[in-house]
């Protein structure tokens, strides 16, 4: 009789508890933390639109917001590097279909000297023989003899892989690049070595200078701006995905198309990334740059 | 004259039944958190095990791991992936070694004189200071060093990199020294006054009391204060994942940048695939540093326990 009782008390509160969940059911978001800002500022814009919405978001970094996709804590997983097959496979394996993916932004990756460094623009190849050791000294850039000291991002960064693969062609970092976490602590880093070199977002901080990329030793230096990334003539930027298990619909997909929309793709600007296409830009010229 | 104390005997132990239960529902309960405390570390213990294991016994990943595992390449993100761990060893035994060369003396010494010679008002100054140093967040410490320290140990060794192992050590120390200054002080007080007497006795100086009888009197604790200041050295990990640049070189020069093991744990975790070799290493990592801080916390516990009752007890 007694045990009746707490089965009952217990089904009741199940199906209670659950239907609460499924009524007021926030959609979740995690992952990069590059893309926190932007996720949030997504999030906290349309739910002041819509206050019905209720979205919660999360960093944690690319692999934690996948694992969590995969795991089915997360409803959306913000990604700033694209999903590596071994996770794609898992997916499969557990939903029975292929991940969706949907670039929402775009991020440049800037490379950062000290404001005193006379340089002004480095080709690819220049980067990579630095950042796999083997230019060492500045005298071989055309500067002082001193020893670059070089900021990089751990391996568990986005920023990571995507450097690793785009500039150094899949090889591996030198064992004497620095490892700081954030574009911050790269770009503060940067700015108290004169003889430092760094790569991440487009930060603002005092004392660094960003430096205008060439696809190859010969090509034409482009700044990093708002418009070379949007147009894809910045040879060094990347997409900014979302990632889903399973076909959006109702809350979440209307969600989504809204940060595909020309507004969610401004907010984006203002945050500091790029837009996925060019979009007619609230802001005509590059204001990002400087 | 039996009357009185054999009716006041037998009323005193008469104990209100509902009181006895309460108690020994107390003592249960008590004992039952107790054992929460404990099967809590059993089961970290465990699950870090579990996961480390795979390195041996999951063929797949035995065969990604083991063949770079001894080697100074730490690049475990990487098309071909590389599981030096020397460097990181490397790193820990550097930054661990600074630390310790900078905080046992200071540690030591300080106790010393705040037990044998400080005036009571500078003691009174001195023992809650350091307290307050240990209480200090590492991140608060850890940035310290990046954004000042690492400047000032520039300035003076004129390193190329900014952020190194010496930085790492230095500010580590700050979180070992309270704790070496604790117990010392704890085990330099408890030597007995009467030892302190008969050396003044002998005629022994101040001085020559403090240094040739109270110090080797409080040896154990002192060496214990020193294992338990090694293990937090050790593992901590905020400190030196701000401080050290964490590039894994094996280098033994403390001025280059540094990687330690905890701070690839830190570094690294939260990105890791969930399940690859390269995870399975990171737990690895957490495993020998999980053994490395019991051997310490054993011999600090049976061999100073041992000592101690044989020199003061014994003798």
Request: glycine share 8%; proline share 5%.
């Amino acid at each position: 009789m007694q045990r009746l009782r707490y089965a009952y008390i217990i089904v009741f509160t199940l199906l209670f508890g659950s239907c609460a969940v499924e009524e007021e059911r926030p959609i979740t978001i995690r992952g990069s933390d590059t893309m926190v800002a932007i996720g949030q500022k997504w999030a906290e814009v349309y739910m002041q639109q819509f206050p019905e919405a209720t979205i919660q978001v999360n960093g944690g970094g690319s692999g934690t917001g996948i694992s969590a996709l995969i795991n089915g804590i997360a409803d959306i997983c913000q990604s700033s590097r694209p999903m590596k097959k071994r996770e794609r496979d898992i997916i499969k394996q557990k939903y029975g279909c292929e991940v969706i993916e949907i670039p929402v932004a775009k991020d440049g990756i800037v490379i950062y000297v000290h404001e005193s460094n006379p340089l002004s623009e480095i080709s690819i190849e220049q980067m990579k023989a630095i950042y796999t050791g083997k230019i060492r000294n500045w005298k071989e850039l055309g500067w002082e003899d001193q020893a670059i000291v070089i900021y990089g991002r751990e391996n568990s960064s986005g920023t990571y892989e995507f450097f690793k693969k785009r500039i150094l062609d899949g090889a591996d970092f030198d064992a004497h690049v620095q490892t700081l976490s954030g574009t911050g602590a790269i770009a503060n880093a940067v700015a108290q070595d004169k003889y430092a070199i760094g790569y991440g977002g487009i930060a603002y901080s005092r004392g660094i200078k960003f430096l205008a990329a060439k696809a190859t030793n010969d090509s034409p230096a482009v700044p990093a701006s708002e418009l070379t990334i949007a147009d894809n003539t910045y040879p060094v930027s990347r997409d900014l995905y979302f990632y889903l298990v399973k076909e959006p619909q109702g809350r979440t997909r209307a969600f989504i198309d809204w940060v595909l929309s020309d507004e969610g793709q401004s907010l984006a600007i203002a945050e500091g990334y790029f837009p996925i296409r060019p979009i007619k830009s609230l802001r005509p010229e590059t204001a990002s740059t400087k | 004259m039996t009357t009185t104390p054999t009716t006041a005997i037998p009323n005193a132990l008469k104990v209100n039944p509902a009181a006895k239960r309460l108690d020994r529902i107390a003592k249960n309960v008590i004992f039952g958190i107790s054992l929460v405390s404990i099967s809590i570390i059993l089961l970290i213990l465990i699950f870090t095990f579990k996961e480390a294991q795979d390195v041996f016994f999951d063929a797949h990943v035995r065969k990604e791991v083991l063949p770079t595992l001894i080697g100074t390449n730490w690049q475990p993100v990487s098309d071909s992936p590389k599981y030096g761990i020397i460097p990181l060893f490397i790193g820990t035994i550097k930054t661990t070694l600074i630390a310790m060369v900078i905080a046992v003396p200071i540690g030591v010494l300080s106790a010393l004189y705040s037990v044998m010679f400080a005036p009571k008002w500078i003691k009174e100054v001195l023992k809650p200071s350091v307290e307050l140093v240990a209480g200090l967040p590492s991140v608060v410490i850890g940035f310290f060093a990046l954004v000042v320290l690492s400047g000032w140990l520039q300035a003076l060794t004129g390193s190329a990199f900014r952020l190194n192992a010496l930085v790492g050590g230095v500010a580590i120390s700050l979180t070992a020294i309270p704790i070496i200054f604790t117990i010392s002080e704890e085990a330099l007080s408890a030597v007995p006054q009467s030892m302190k007497e008969a050396s003044y006795a002998l005629g022994a100086t101040e001085w020559e009391t403090a240094f040739y009888v109270v110090l080797p009197a409080a040896y154990p604790g002192i060496f214990a204060s020193i294992l338990l200041g090694l293990g937090r050295a050790v593992g901590e990990t905020l400190i030196v994942l701000m401080a050290t640049g964490n590039a894994a070189i094996s280098s033994w020069s403390l001025l280059d940048s540094t990687r330690t093991l905890t701070a690839t744990i830190g570094a690294e975790m939260a990105e890791v695939v969930f399940g690859d070799p390269h995870y399975n290493v990171l737990f690895l990592i957490g495993t020998f540093l999980f053994i490395f801080s019991m051997i310490l916390n054993l011999i600090a516990e049976f061999y100073v326990k041992a000592k101690l009752l044989k020199k003061f007890r014994g003798g």
